[in-house]
């Protein structure tokens, strides 16, 4: 059997460059509760960021749970059907109502022409994703929110560093959600973190993510445990210093696999790219016109233990939490459901090697070559 090539692996710097970071956590024997690497993490990931604010969390989701809190986000809020399901999953965990609206079939993200039909007396806020990094059109979800006095509330699990217009991504909106699993660009094995422009939002997101805690006697909101510890913190620090030799590396997989997919009929690159990507993921579509199914080519890559995976594929709206919505039906969500039959991400990550590539490429052009 080959050897297993993953869609993912994370960024692990030399572990013998952790192990000083250990031995701080050991010597000073603060493990959690806001400590120095924690602050320091903080700071660094802004300052790399370009952001103002920045509150790190356990994981994405217990980010997303609480920015929904911190805005007191309730009644309906429309997000999109093409996403991993933590993004809807956080709305039902504060009993608000997700409403499905369609994809834009050339960014993967909401379509902002039909935000408006979607927008209900019970409408609080707005959800997009940045899908594979992508931006959305932020610019006119941002006119259709302050119109219609919605908050905006960025799922960015996958636009780390990501840069629009000249400034980062995540300046946009009322606050733009990260995470930091271990399958994400940027990782602290798990971790995440909230985005918001002010230092009043960050510390009411501060309270909610340690119980509520103002201060040792005053607790001034039903917070949840969502910090993130010492040595998650240190890792990140460690793994800031990697960050950009790992974006590079990912920028050149994306080249070769780019060239190689645009010579093959039926293959679909799924966007071009723009200055400031992450290079996160490499989505193909796959057509008519090619040689076999996205199905067929998605178990010929499982077949010589190369992990593609069909992100996103199926659709949030076809769990069984949310495919009796009004707004979950097929025909309410066409492009959506297109794409996620088309779809096929290839394994994009900074230690994938030459070798590792030219398999991704032989099994493509071997379908390809297929008649029937
Ligand atoms: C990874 C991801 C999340 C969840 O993040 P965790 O850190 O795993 O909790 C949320 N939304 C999207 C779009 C994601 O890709």
């Given at each position: 059997m080959k050897s297993l090539i993953p869609v993912a692996s994370p960024l692990l710097p030399p572990l013998e460059d952790f192990i000083p970071y250990l031995q701080e956590i050991w010597r000073t024997k603060r493990l959690t509760n806001g400590g120095p690497f924690h602050e320091q993490l903080e700071k660094e990931l802004a300052d790399y960021l370009g952001v103002k604010y920045l509150s790190l969390f356990a994981n994405g989701t217990l980010a997303l749970v609480t920015a929904l809190q911190a805005l007191r986000i309730s009644g309906e809020v429309i997000t999109t059907p093409y996403s991993f399901v933590a993004t809807a999953h956080s709305l039902l965990w504060n009993g608000v109502k997700p409403v499905f609206v369609d994809i834009d079939p050339h960014t993967y993200n909401l379509d902002p022409d039909r935000l408006e039909e979607a927008i209900t007396p019970a409408t609080t806020a707005i959800m997009p994703v940045h899908c594979y990094g992508i931006p959305c059109n932020v610019d006119r979800i941002q006119q259709i929110a302050d119109r219609y006095g919605l908050k905006v509330i960025y799922d960015a699990a996958h636009a780390f560093g990501v840069r629009h217009k000249g400034q980062s991504l995540l300046t946009h909106g009322d606050m733009s959600i990260l995470s930091f699993h271990a399958t994400k660009v940027f990782n602290t094995f798990e971790g995440g973190a909230i985005v918001c422009p002010d230092a009043k939002t960050k510390q009411r997101i501060d309270y909610l993510k340690n119980f509520g805690f103002a201060d040792e006697v005053t607790v001034v909101a039903p917070g949840i445990n969502g910090k993130m510890?010492?040595?998650?913190?240190?890792?990140?620090?460690?793994?800031?210093?990697?960050?950009?030799?790992?974006?590079?590396?990912?920028?050149?997989?994306?080249?070769?696999?780019?060239?190689?997919?645009?010579?093959?009929?039926?293959?679909?690159?799924?966007?071009?790219?723009?200055?400031?990507?992450?290079?996160?993921?490499?989505?193909?579509?796959?057509?008519?016109?090619?040689?076999?199914?996205?199905?067929?080519?998605?178990e010929r890559f499982r077949e010589q233990n190369i992990l593609v995976r069909r992100y996103f594929y199926p659709l949030i709206t076809e769990f069984p939490m949310y495919r009796g919505l009004e707004s979950a039906r097929k025909t309410n969500l066409p492009f959506a459901d297109d794409i996620s039959h088309r779809i096929l991400c290839l394994p994009i990550f900074d230690s994938l090697t030459d070798d590792d590539i030219d398999r991704v490429i032989q099994i493509i052009t071997t379908a390809a070559s297929e008649t029937f």
């Open positions: 510890s010492e040595i998650n913190a240190a890792f990140g620090l460690l793994q800031l210093k990697h960050i950009d030799a790992a974006l590079h590396r990912r920028k050149r997989v994306d080249g070769i696999y780019r060239e190689a997919v645009s010579a093959v009929p039926g293959l679909e690159l799924a966007w071009t790219v723009t200055e400031g990507h992450n290079y996160s993921y490499f989505p193909i579509l796959v057509g008519p016109g090619f040689a076999v199914s996205r199905d067929a080519l998605y």
